[in-house]
């Protein structure tokens, strides 16, 4: 069974940071896509980053892009998600998604049939 797991959250100052991870299992782990996205409350769910394995190919959102990087420790099966530079605008549940093969050029929610649970972030001013 292919299961997700996102991890790392927390309350964080604005200009601070946090290392977000996503463990996986359950998949071959060297054929796949990992997806970010992040929810607030009344708001729908944005897609902020994404790595696939057959070319390491990434994706970030404009919101995000220059402030968080992703990458992936093949050692722990994680694909982590740093975020600095945090803005109260940031607050959010960060879930991370999976599926098989390699990402679209722009990932999407329908795209994915695997995700974790989400893990908060909350940003203070």
């Given at each position: 069974e292919v299961q997700l797991q996102a991890s790392g959250g927390g309350l964080v100052q604005a200009g601070g940071s946090?290392?977000?991870?996503?463990?996986?299992?359950?998949?071959?782990?060297?054929?796949?896509?990992?997806?970010?996205?992040?929810?607030?409350?009344?708001?729908?769910r944005e897609a902020i980053s994404s790595i696939g394995?057959?070319?390491?190919?990434?994706f970030y959102?404009?919101?995000?892009?220059?402030?968080?990087?992703?990458?992936?420790?093949?050692?722990?099966?994680?694909?982590d998600l740093q975020i600095n530079s945090l803005r109260p605008e940031d607050t959010a549940v960060y879930y991370c998604a999976g599926d098989l093969g390699n990402c679209p050029l722009v990932i999407y929610e329908e795209y994915f049939n695997h995700w974790g649970q989400g893990t908060l972030v909350t940003v203070s001013s």
């Open positions: 946090l290392r977000l991870s996503c463990a996986a299992s359950g998949f071959i782990f060297d054929d796949y896509c990992i997806g970010w996205f992040r929810q607030a409350p009344g708001k729908e394995s057959r070319d390491g190919s990434t959102g404009d919101s995000v892009k220059g402030r968080f990087t992703i990458s992936t420790d093949n050692a722990k099966n994680t694909v």
